[in-house]
């Protein structure tokens, strides 16, 4: 993901009030689950609490990037680590664009989305939003590859942050 300077500036914006170390956290362009089992004796679980197919309108509204009217398939995990509080993080892809590798969206069970799907190679993430809701965070993103659209948002805890992370490792992809 290129870092465009003030688009990325004004979504950051919306996250005021948090210490350096959790923004740069909850901003880090790198994979989440990478960063999450990066470190030895990480305990690195995902915990499937559903995984369902439904309507758009069904799900919460601050779930999804954009208004987006389409049947498909929602899951909602916990990533959990003995080294970092728990992530819960909520996926929907319509279901006209789960074919492919993406098909396997609905058998992944305990594995990360992360891992199987969302690499580097196929999906890109286009647009990332923050957003403060409680006493945590969401950072909606919109990944794309060709016509196919996976939709992500990450529910952080105001009090998220990972060990050892700079600027520049936050914003580049290494």
Sequence with gaps: MKYKYLSNWKNESKIKGLDLKTKLSIIDCNSL???LTS???HNFKVKVISQTSLLSSRTSAYHLFDKVKAFGVFRKVILST????SIEA???????????R???????????????????????RIKTNYRMINDSIHRISLYKF?????????VFP????FSRLSFLKARGKF
Excluded at 158 to 161: A, D, I, L, P, W
């Design 158 to 161: 105001s009090s998220f942050e």
């Design 82 to 85: 003995s080294l970092y509080p």
């Design 39 to 41: 470190l030895p004796n």
């Design 33 to 35: 689950t990478n960063k």
């Design 102 to 124: 993406e098909r396997f969206l609905k058998i992944l069970g305990t594995k990360s989305l992360g891992t199987y799907i969302l690499n580097s190679k196929r999906f890109r």
């Design 146 to 154: 060709s016509k196919k659209v996976i939709y992500v948002d990450e």
């Design 90 to 100: 909520h996926t929907f892809m319509p279901q006209k664009h789960v074919s492919g």
